[in-house]
């Protein structure tokens, strides 16, 4: 499992007082009102930035990181990710996985057949979609629906799923 979970990018600067556009990662983008700090990977290292302000444009979140007071300053950090460490995520409910963690796990029928990796998540309006591929069925698009997901061990690295009629040839 990973120790940093990604909840942005810097898409652009925002002005002229040191504020950036974040395209959120997270499915929440409210959760930005209550961080406190999050790392910025600037391709050589992490580097820990304090939120001082959280403001919202359209799909965009505005921040304004704490000693960062001038577009100059903030120039360099476009096009880098924002992440947060694991003890500062949101607390996951039942039966909640942060992508991350799914990513690379092994999918199984309930038959015991292997359908091969989960290799990405497709959010839709509607539910997430798993991309599930490598087994004797290709590519498998997979609805993250409690009548197809049975079982997720994060632990394991293993998931069963139930494939209802049609998704698969």
Known sequence: MEDLLQVGVITQTHGVRGEVKVFPTTDDPGRFKKLKK???DTGKEMREL????VRFFKQFVILKFKGIDSLNDVEIYKKKNLYVTRENAVKLKKDEYFIADLIGISVFGEDGDELGKLKDVLTTGA???YVVEGGKYGEVLIPAIKE?????DIEGRRMEVHLLPGLVD
Do not use: F, G, H, Q
């Open 127 to 129: 539910n997430d979609v």
């Open 50 to 53: 304090e939120i001082e302000s």
């Open 38 to 40: 999050v790392l910025l």
């Open 148 to 152: 197809c997901i049975l079982k997720v």
